[in-house]
């Protein structure tokens, strides 16, 4: 069974920075894109980066750029997201989600997600 | 940057067959994906590659796409199907999801 477990979210001050962490199991994390989602309260999702299986990729969403940094570590089976310079709407709940592969390749678009991990940006 | 449109909402009564539009410049050559949030859950994708259900998921779901819009169908819509609707797709640079349709069926 697919499993994702968020964690590291927290309270932080505007101009924080926090490191979110992503456990994988159940699946070969190092041949998968990994990405984090975000969903501020009450809003819709919101992409926010991907990094490919073996990390020489990476995307962000403009709102984040020079601010976040994805990353993983395939022998620990983990993503990150380290943030910097936090903003109020920043505040939100951030998904891990892995991509899929089919006989022919593999896809950076979310299969299965976690729980999530909340993060508020506030004084 | 890259935009994905839905209706905010669609209801229809148990039974009967309701659908849901993304409409997006970039979808006659990329994938449309949905997921399925229910109240306080994670998404869960019901839809992959336009039409192709993951196993699990009920064949009350079903999508198409055509020219710039994608569609999601479930047949016989439950009262256990409502929750809100997420189409996902790409264009050449943007990775984006749609602003959500909250699907009531009463």
């Known amino acids: 069974e697919v499993q994702l477990v968020e964690s590291g979210g927290n309270l932080v001050q505007p101009g924080g920075s926090l490191r979110l962490s992503c456990v994988a199991s159940g699946f070969n994390f190092s041949t998968y894109w990994m990405t984090w989602v975000r969903q501020a309260p009450g809003k819709g999702l919101e992409w926010v980066a991907n990094?490919?299986?073996?990390?020489?990729?990476?995307h962000y969403v403009d709102s984040v750029k020079g601010r976040f940094t994805i990353s993983r570590d395939n022998a620990e089976k983990s993503l990150y997201l380290h943030m910097n310079s936090l903003r109020a709407d920043d505040t939100a709940l951030y998904y891990c989600?892995?991509?899929?592969?089919?006989?022919?390749?593999?896809?950076?678009?979310?299969?299965?997600w976690g729980q999530g991990t909340l993060v508020t940006v506030s004084s | 940057s890259y935009e994905l449109a839905q209706p905010p909402s669609v209801s229809v009564s148990p039974g009967q067959t309701a659908r849901i539009t993304c409409s997006g410049d970039?979808?006659?050559?990329?994938?449309a994906y949905w997921y399925q949030q229910k109240s306080g859950q994670a998404p869960v994708l019901v839809i992959y590659?336009?039409?192709k259900r993951p196993s699990g998921i009920t064949e009350r779901f079903s999508g198409s796409s055509s020219g710039t819009t994608a569609t999601l169908t479930i047949t016989g819509a439950q009262v256990q199907d409502e929750a809100d609707y997420y189409c996902?797709?790409?264009?050449?640079?943007?990775?984006?999801f749609g602003g959500g349709t909250k699907l009531t069926v009463l």
């Open positions: 590659e336009d039409s």
């Open positions: 989600a892995s991509g899929y592969c089919t006989n022919v390749r593999c896809y950076s678009s979310p299969e299965n």
């Open positions: 990094i490919k299986e073996d990390g020489t990729e990476k």
């Open positions: 970039a979808l006659p050559t990329k994938y």
């Open positions: 996902y797709s790409t264009d050449s640079s943007d990775r984006v």
